[in-house]
Each structure stands twice: as structure tokens, then as C-alpha cells.
């Protein structure tokens, strides 16, 4: 029974007769929506008069969320425009990001425009490979080596049974790990302009079905961790996942005095006393300032997954002072993300919010080869990551982090 009447959908969901995930079943998507809130509304006595106001119709939503209830809205700037030199991205790009954080979007700016005024900074994607690792058991470790053997000698037949499942996805490599009687085998595909994670899920399940058939393992789990996903983990750090990428920019010293108030010594020093030392001493995974700002505010603007965040923030910052040809000292600034899953396409990007957003890069869709509009987001990020990390690193070294927050009153 179909009813445009959402006080009534409410009415039965509380009475027990329809499931809340069920009224989409009943009801038109926005009406579903509707019915929720109300449902919510009187149980908890919350006003959801602002989550309800979106711009979108809520079926659009479908594929990305359950139980729809309306929108959360995060403030979005924009910080640029920014030359960038990439193996993808080429030109001056606007970075629209969202982000709650008073004073991120005016730090970000400000290393921007410092990198604009020495005319861009350079950026390349080293490697590409979306991961997935499932595990399976086996007998001992004979059975193990077994296993081994059998997969470095048929990459070609698991490669043709991964890829059987999509027109795009194209695997790449297949590396084991055996521990005692568990045996990983981490599969990384190249997943063109798409984040990929359904893709090669999909794919490796396929392939997983003919180890089973011709080999002593047996599946467990799909996922072993040895992804690895949504975690923090040492071998996305070595190894990569998604695409790892590193940006770069030469600063001469002058400019670094006159933009950023201070010296390349002193932000060397800073970054190699905190960034490298600090973080070292505190075991951490990621050697940077703040990465996962811009990452994170980058994806929430552009409709990536917003826990690979974990991943993607996973980086290396670098600063060395650089005496010259004149004998005055540059500075030389670089960030390295290893992990940094991203796509122009499916999943969150389709919405229409990060739709307008990735058009504000150029870069909504697919791409021209397939996989270049990805690969450009993901340098455009690391530009901005670098931006981040010089804007901050000079705050602190010149002793105005705190002054900067007072003077933005965040």
C-alpha cells in the first residue's frame, strides 16, 4: 500500500507495522525521508527542520545511504587558483574544500598562494593499485607453499577470471603472505577513474573461486586485512594503495621571508624536529603536520569515502633548506601520500553537491585516457596537502599559530 501521507508512514512504523528501512517500499524516497524525521522527531524531541532542508531528490541518494532522514551540510570553500604541473593535472586549478574548521581554508590559501607566486609546484602519482587481500586456510605450511607456487605460475588465468567481471578494472599483481596455515594473497587492480573498492571486490571474489578449485586453500574472508582498508597500517605506507602520490615546489628564500615571515632554516628545522623526530618518537605512521586536514576537507567536498581518510592522510612532509647558484638558501618543500583513494566516478561523486564540486576542478567523470581524471584529483590534493603543511610549519617557526586563530576569532 502506497501513501502520500508521511504522518501516517510514521504512525505505522511506531505502531510496529512497517520496519523503518521498509518505507521506501510504501512511499515515494522524499516522502520516505519525511516520514523518518517525524518518526524521529517525536521520539527524541529534536527539530530537524535544517536537515530537512536539501536540494537534492532524495532517490538520488539511494545508492549511498540508508534510512534517509535529510542532509548534513558542512561549510565549503574554495582555496586557489594554483598552478600545478602533473602527469594528469595540468594548469591552474580552484581546491574546493568542506571542512568545520575555522582558519583551515585561509592556512591552506596562504600556501597556495605562496606556491603561485614561484609558478606552481610539480606533482606526479608513482604508483597505482587498489588493493584487496582475502585469506585462506590451508593444511600447514606445505599446503601453504603450495598455494604459493600455484598463483606465481597463474597470474594469467586469475587475472582473466577477476576481469570477467568488470569492463574497466584491470589487475595489475598478486602478492602472497603466508602465516603458519593462513595464506593472503593481496590483489591491487588498476581501477581506472573509479575509487574502485566494489570493483575489486567483485573481482577478487571471482578469482578467489579459482583458487579454491585448483589449489588445498579454502576461503575465510574475503577481506584478511592485509588490504588494508579503512585502517591505519604500515603496508599502505611501503606498499601503496590507491594512488600514491608525492607534490613538490622550490621556494627562494626571500619569498619565504616576505609570505611566510620566516626562514627556510627555520622550517626545516621545525619540520624535521616535529614531523620527522616527533613523530618517529611517537611511533606514528604518518609524518606530517596536518594531511588529514586538506584530505579529509578534499573529500568531503568531492564524494569520496570519508573513512579512507585513515589512508590518505598517511603521508611523508620533507623540507630542506637549499643553498643556490647566488649563495642565498631556498627552500625546498615536499609532501608524499602514499595511500590516497580517490575517483571522479560512482560512489559519493555522482551526488550533486561533489557533482558541482569536481566540475569546479574539471574533473567530474571520467577522464580522457580512462583513469586521468582520478590520477589529476589526486595530485590537485597533494597540492594542496604541500600548501597545508608550508602554511602551518611557517606558522609555527615563525611563532603566529596562535595569533593567526586570534585574529580569524576560531
Same mark, same amino acid.
Given at each position: ?21 521498509? $518505507? &521506501?517500499?510504501? /512511499? *515515494? =524516497?522524499?516522502?520516505? +525521508? %519525511?516520514?523518518?524525521?517525524?518518526? !524521529?522527531?517525536?521520539?527524541? @524531541? #529534536?527539530? $530537524? &527542520?535544517?536537515? /530537512? *532542508? =536539501?536540494?537534492?531528490? +532524495? %532517490?538520488?541518494?539511494?545508492?549511498? !545511504?540508508?534510512?534517509?532522514? @535529510? #542532509? ?339
Amino acid at each position: 500500500m502506497t501513501t502520500t501521507d508521511p504522518a501516517a508512514l510514521a504512525d505505522r512504523v511506531a505502531d510496529g507495522e512497517l520496519r523503518i528501512h521498509e $518505507l &521506501e517500499d510504501h /512511499a *515515494d =524516497y522524499d516522502t520516505a +525521508a %519525511e516520514a523518518r524525521r517525524l518518526l !524521529v522527531e517525536r521520539e527524541t @524531541g #529534536a527539530d $530537524l &527542520e535544517a536537515v /530537512a *532542508d =536539501y536540494t537534492f531528490d +532524495a %532517490e538520488q541518494a539511494d545508492p549511498n !545511504v540508508d534510512n534517509m532522514i @535529510g #542532509a548534513a551540510q558542512v561549510p565549503m570553500g574554495v582555496a586557489g587558483p594554483v598552478p600545478v604541473d602533473g602527469s594528469a593535472a595540468e594548469g591552474d586549478y580552484y581546491l574546493p574544500l568542506a571542512t568545520t574548521e575555522g582558519a583551515l581554508l585561509a592556512s591552506v590559501n596562504r600556501g597556495l598562494s605562496t606556491i603561485r607566486s614561484v609558478g606552481g609546484a610539480t606533482t606526479r602519482v608513482t604508483k597505482n593499485g587498489m588493493t584487496r587481500a582475502p585469506v585462506f586456510r590451508v593444511g600447514g605450511v606445505a599446503e601453504a607453499a603450495e598455494v604459493v607456487e600455484w598463483v606465481a605460475d597463474n597470474v594469467d588465468r586469475l587475472r582473466e577470471a577477476a576481469e570477467s567481471t568488470t569492463s574497466h578494472g584491470e589487475l595489475l599483481d598478486v602478492e602472497p603472505y603466508v602465516v603458519g596455515d593462513s595464506v593472503y594473497l593481496r590483489f591491487a587492480y588498476d581501477t581506472k577513474d573509479a575509487m574502485g573498492m566494489n570493483m575489486v571486490t567483485i573481482a577478487t571474489g571471482e578469482a578467489c573461486e579459482l583458487v579454491e578449485e585448483e589449489t588445498p586453500a579454502d576461503l575465510v574472508a574475503l577481506s584478511g586485512n592485509l588490504c588494508s582498508d579503512k585502517k591505519p597500517a604500515a603496508i599502505n605506507a611501503v606498499e601503496g594503495r590507491g594512488r600514491s602520490v608525492t607534490a613538490d615546489v622550490l621556494i627562494p628564500g626571500d619569498v619565504v621571508e616576505d609570505r611566510l615571515h620566516t626562514t627556510p632554516e627555520a622550517i626545516a628545522e621545525a619540520n624535521t624536529r616535529k614531523n620527522l623526530t616527533g613523530s618517529a618518537k611517537a611511533g606514528s605512521l604518518g609524518f606530517n603536520a596536518h594531511a588529514a586536514n586538506v584530505v579529509a576537507a578534499a573529500f568531503l567536498a568531492t564524494g569520496q569515502d570519508e573513512a579512507q581518510v585513515v589512508e590518505g592522510a598517511n603521508a611523508i612532509t620533507t623540507m630542506d633548506a637549499r643553498e643556490n647558484d647566488e649563495g642565498t638558501t631556498d627552500l625546498y618543500a615536499s609532501v608524499s601520500l602514499a595511500s590516497l583513494e580517490v575517483g571522479t566516478v560512482g560512489g559519493g561523486t555522482k551526488l550533486p553537491t561533489q557533482a558541482e564540486a569536481l566540475e569546479i576542478l574539471g574533473l567530474r567523470g571520467g577522464g580522457d585516457p580512462a583513469g586521468s581524471n582520478a590520477a589529476a584529483l589526486a595530485e590537485v590534493i597533494a597540492v594542496g596537502s604541500l600548501a597545508g603543511e608550508l602554511s602551518l610549519l611557517a606558522a609555527l617557526s615563525s611563532r603566529h599559530l596562535v595569533s593567526a586563530h586570534e585574529d580569524l576569532g576560531r
